[in-house]
């Protein structure tokens, strides 16, 4: 196959992936095409779109390739979808996720004492929307579950992996900004691009 069909089949697949692709999905997708071309492909591809100012961006999230608005144009797409449902998360369930995301893996023990209230119902919440799991016990009595983030949690905030997490501090000023209540829908980069009804990027 020709490179420049090789192009425009990785931009089709980055496209209409669901979730972050992989470098492995994609070499599959092409009779286990080298990793190298590959990553140089997609490299290009997001070199054209930047270059062409188009709508659309090619980021890195979770270990995958993902296609997801221009952040520039995230007022115009907050026009649009002004009035559709979004999960949000409540000021106790974004202090719990960010005490995790930081210090895990960590007993729900250790979290109620950092925050020095019971977050039963604020963990319950948070695996339901699978943002963190359980990882393991610790090593003593009564071995308590562990808790982590989840490669969902990557994809919602927009992370290639927990060392992207910005500092605790700008963290805690995004919270206040926000008034600690951050979207999550499920292809963001930040809280910036929406997917349309259709699940295509709009």
């Keep these: 196959m020709e490179e420049n069909n090789l192009k425009s089949v990785i931009e089709a697949l980055i496209f209409a992936s669901e979730k972050p692709i992989t470098t492995e999905q994609i ?23 930047q270059a062409q100012s188009r709508g659309l961006r090619i980021v890195e999230i979770a270990g995958g390739f993902q296609m997801t608005t221009c952040s520039d144009f995230a007022p115009f797409l907050k026009k649009l979808f002004k009035n559709r449902y ?45 943002l963190i799991r359980i990882c393991g016990r610790k090593k003593i009595p009564g071995r308590p579950f562990v808790y982590g983030t989840t490669r ?32 999550i829908e499920p292809i963001t980069q930040g809280d910036l691009e929406v997917k349309n009804e259709s699940g295509k990027i709009a």
Excluded: C, W
């Design 27 to 49: 070499k599959k997708v092409l009779d286990n095409l080298d990793s190298l071309s590959v990553n140089k492909i997609i490299t290009e591809l997001k070199n054209d779109y």
């Design 152 to 183: 969902e949690f990557l994809e919602h905030f927009g992370l290639k992996s927990l060392t992207d997490l910005p500092k605790m501090e700008d963290f805690t000023v995004l919270a206040q900004e926000k008034e600690a209540q951050v979207d």
């Design 86 to 130: 979004s999960d949000k998360l409540s000021k106790p369930a974004l202090e719990s996720l960010a005490i995790i995301a930081y210090k895990q893996p960590l007993t729900k023990s250790e979290i109620e004492s950092l925050r020095n209230v019971n977050v039963d119902g604020v963990m319950k919440s948070l695996i339901d929307k699978n």
